[in-house]
DNA sequence: TAGTTTGCTACACGGACGTGTAGTCTGAGG
DNA sequence: CCTCAGACTACACGTCCGTGTAGCAAACTA
């Protein structure tokens, strides 16, 4: 009766094969965009049976919440409550599936409280992670920290939402298994290429007027 | 009688107030949750007059591709034909109002052609910069400096699209142009601190693992 | 002043879509 | 053999929404 448990004991069964249509039409129409119709079209079964098992189109969307971000969310929580740096979220969040990770990109511009809660806790595990390993320049609870945080996850996951568009100038899927470690290391290319050039001359002078608080006038690429 | 002309030389009008109200009204439920009655609604006017303006609700689109994006994309094609670094377009991107990015980061997710040549215009100006400043370690043309330049704008870009996550881990609307400073500080700090960790021994293994082609295990962090 | 265009509204049509209902089939338990 | 529960389908209902039509009032033209 409750949704959670029967996530995966239950696989291969119409109700599994539902869920995951469901993922996949969520994540590429949006719910306003997908119709039940087309899930059920997808799933090879009828409106009515998607009725049957989740009562309403709101219950699979709740259900496709937890399934693919719901073990996120509970990884990522165990790790806030642990000391230790996570290793098991960054696991998780390798293996989960592609259409699980397209479903996120979608419900974190849609507004799902999964997805709002799984940024929520990125964005507190790299708060810890800043003023742990920097507690001079990023003091626990002070606005500068938390504003890295929040731009760091938003950031990271950048990568995920706009998947389509990377993908594209990559000319291969960021989602694939594959390809996806090449986002990783044009990542870490990124950081230390950056950060010699706001080292620079002119880059100082772009980072000292933007700590000022006025836009800059050469940065290629600043966000709106 | 024609759609994009009378974009900007017209406004106070009643096609000016649907228009902006549609920016809003799209950019909070997507095109697929807007209905034409709730932008008439916001606009204070009939059902009607959309359609005597637009001729469709995917006309009333068009113009709002072409009001919110059509600019930023102008400028963005003159700074690359140029040879010079992009000023025009950092700063027409700056001086977009609040209304336009929100808009801007719902059509990159929902997919608009407009968008996704600004994202692709955004990562040949980022590749431009890296080529031309790091020739050794970005050679024009690579794969690496391709995929360098489509994550730096897919990580840059995430901080508009994910405007309301960040907002909320900032504590201040990040689209303000108060508090939008600061998403940009965050992000020089980041680029630092981050090329720190990735010079240190932990994070070279990471770095290292990335380069070989498969998940880190301690990185907080990491997209999907 | 008559005619035309333009901005704008009211109202109805038709289709799509979420939801509700009744019913069939299969398999397990007594 | 009976029955009862669960999986599943077919079909109808009601509503919402985009679109189409008709028409009014003001402004401009001649």
Partial sequence: MNATPSTSHDDLTGRARIRDAALGVFAEHGVKGATVQAIAS?????????RHHFGSKEGLRAACDAHAIGALLDEARRSLEEDAAAPGFAAAMY?????????????????SRSASDLFDAGT???????SERWPDRYPPGARSTRDAAAVMGAMHLGTLVLHTHLSRGMGADSLDPEHAPRVGAAMVGIYTT???????????RISDALSDGDAPSSDPREHS
């Fill in 42 to 50: 997808a799933a090879g079964v009828s409106t009515g049976l998607i």
């Fill in 95 to 111: 293996q989960s599936s592609e259409a699980s990770a397209r479903y996120l990109a979608r419900a974190l511009v849609e507004g």
């Fill in 124 to 130: 507190a595990m790299a708060e810890r992670f800043l």
């Fill in 194 to 204: 950056m950060a010699d050039f706001f080292a620079d001359e002119q880059g100082q």
